[in-house]
């Protein structure tokens, strides 16, 4: 878990306030938490994004907007990798 909450350093902005949480189901907080308005989403993972507004719906809540951005390797975050590193 120290490497999740080790990458957005390099990224942040004085300003930012990043939350890691744990993502324990398919759909993690996103589809429950009130106070979020959006996602940061490559390609491989703007279909996640769809099923968490199809559950975000079912609870009466606001769709998140999904920011794509293009993956690279430097920038990657696997769950698999960090996994395999420990």
Known sequence: MA???AFPVPFCV???SVD???I???TGPAATDKSLDGLVVSSETL???RRINTARAEGNLP???A???RRTQQASLSSTAMRNAS
Request: charged share 10%; hydrophobic share 60%.
């Open 67 to 69: 920011v794509v951005i």
């Open 47 to 49: 279909a996640g994004c």
């Open 20 to 22: 890691v949480v744990p």
């Open 3 to 5: 490497v999740v909450f």
């Open 24 to 26: 324990e189901d398919a």
């Open 14 to 16: 004085c300003s930012l």
């Open 63 to 65: 769709p998140l907007i």
